[in-house]
T-cell receptor, first 118, second 111 residues
């Protein structure tokens, strides 16, 4: 049973470029959340997708956008990259309506994509 | 808004020592509380959770009790092993909100 898979594992970009990160949820899960983890910090919530719609969004600019596909996989897009976007980007999947974010349905995390901006 | 404060590391212990990592939270309502662990080069794994006051979460010898009166959820283990070396994150999720994490505490256990 495959867990949450993310690609690529590492990525190097330059300022101003655009990047797309991908996530396949754990089998049977229908909800995908994205987090940004800066070095030495805890993960911060970017947004969550359920039924191909963004259900909740954290305090991130519009440069961060996403998509969920009918097979529940998801993409995170970041435009006009800044040095401060360098971080580990984590995808988490869960099973639920997407409304219950209280954590009664545990989130399963992937190993992340390490994004470095030069 | 909701927030989590956990003790700063790094914490270095000898094998078989007792571990405590302090975590306190601020939240409206009654959040669920979690401890996640992150091993080098990996994502986060749920270690344990508690969904209401006085609940005790436990897993792999780790325990934490949801203390509403002190807004705390301290992580404890009676005897740590080298394999427990990792970064530990305290987190909460309240009402209709996503996970809010603390900054993490790095634990190093030496043989």
């Amino acid at each position: 049973d495959a867990g949450v898979t993310q690609s690529p594992t590492h990525l190097i970009k330059t300022r101003g470029q655009q990047v797309t990160l991908r996530c396949s949820p754990k089998s049977g899960h229908d909800t995908v959340s994205w987090y940004q983890q800066a070095l030495g910090q805890g993960p911060q919530f970017i947004f969550q997708y359920y039924e191909e719609e963004e259900r909740q969004r954290g305090n991130f600019p519009d440069r961060f956008s996403g998509h969920q596909f009918p097979n529940y996989s998801s993409e995170l897009n970041v435009n006009a990259l800044l040095l401060g976007d360098s971080a580990l980007y984590l995808c988490a999947s869960s099973l639920g309506s997407g409304v219950d974010l209280k954590g009664n349905q545990p989130q399963h995390f992937g190993d992340g994509t390490r994004l470095s901006i030069l | 808004g909701d927030s989590v404060t956990q003790m700063e590391g790094p914490v270095t212990l000898s094998e078989e020592a007792f571990l405590t990592i302090n975590c306190t939270y601020t939240a409206t309502g009654y959040p669920s509380l979690f401890w996640y662990v992150q091993y080098p080069g990996e994502g986060l794994q749920l270690l344990l959770k508690a969904t209401k006051a006085d609940d005790k979460g436990s897993n792999k010898g780790f325990e934490a009790t949801y203390r509403k009166e002190t807004t705390s959820f301290h992580l404890e283990k009676g005897s740590v092993q080298v394999s427990d070396s990792a970064v530990y994150f305290c987190a909460l999720s309240g009402g209709n909100t996503p996970l809010v994490f603390g900054k993490g505490t790095r634990l190093s256990v030496i043989a």
